[in-house]
């Protein structure tokens, strides 16, 4: 399948307008779904969570830095280092490109605001800190510094990025899918009996009353900060909502995270968003004994959506319950007969 991959531009509005529209062009010239600002300037919650919407569909998040730290959130935040703090909760690849020249940038672009020029020599250090930085001194020279990092960096780190909705699914995908289906629906043939009107299931495999320890990753830290002990029981009745309503595999893990963050009362820091998510390991682990039981399937699915005037088709892979999930739900939360003496 053909990829193309989405870059989120970012940066302060006015003073770097033609700096950032070079950079869309030269990077759409070359194959790329450039987006960002011009959407409009985040410059109030509302429109900053409308991009953080589009830097969820994005696979590359590109910052440009020069001589001014932007407008101010309540927090005191830029919505600039708002954007980046996001797209690192996120996972998504920074790319940040720093002026190299500060003393030659035109007075009327640089910050005057003694307590903003602080913040802005403080983000230029967070920013030079553990990822990709380049630095430039012209539009030119940034637009060829952008575009051979981003090559680099879709080479080394491929993302998910957008395919024609005719290729959206993998045939190879597809047949494990079936046959992934017909399994289940030999599981649910095997497993439809039922003692006293109760579902019973397999004494070879961990029923429901077993305890699983799910790790939890991070995505701040970037590394597992726990486990949440539960049984496959509990995890089915708390998770059993989203199996009714389809929710992506990715919704489900980062349901659990937190679950996690409740129980541990794991409060978010000021200025970041929560990302605990499961491991994937765990996930695939946790799908696939709850389809051995028999109370949920697996199934791929796509959606369509409008963006920037382009219908665009997303592939994603959903929990969703099976018949015998409803029955042993139905059997959780029946009314128990009362003894009578």
Known sequence: MEKVFQVFVSSTFSDLA?????????????????????????????????????????????????????????????????????????????????????????????????????????????????RLVDFWTSPQDLCTKVLTAVVQTTNLFPRTGWVRGDQAIDPKLLQELERTRIENEQLKVLLAETRDGRVIFPDDISGPDEIIALKIYDGHERKIVGELLISFKEIFVSLFEMFVQQNSESEICRHIGEMWCNKHNVKRKPGTYANHTLTSEHCIDLRSHLEALGLIQSTGRTRQYEMFGTLRTETFLTWSISERGRKYMASLRAMKRSETT
């Open 18 to 130: 033609d700096e950032r529209r070079q950079v869309t062009n030269t990077l759409a010239k070359a194959g790329y779904i450039a987006a960002g600002m011009e959407l409009f300037p985040a410059t109030d919650q509302q429109q900053l969570d409308f991009i953080k919407r589009v830097i969820d569909r994005s696979d590359y998040y590109v910052v440009i830095v020069a001589g001014r730290y932007g407008s101010l959130a309540d927090d005191k935040l830029s919505y600039t280092e708002h954007e980046y703090e996001y797209a690192r909760s996120k996972g998504i690849p920074v790319l940040a490109f720093l002026h190299g020249d500060t003393d030659k940038i035109e007075i009327g672009k640089t910050d005057k605001d003694p307590k903003k020029a602080k913040n802005l020599e403080l983000f230029r250090t967070k920013l030079s800190t553990g």
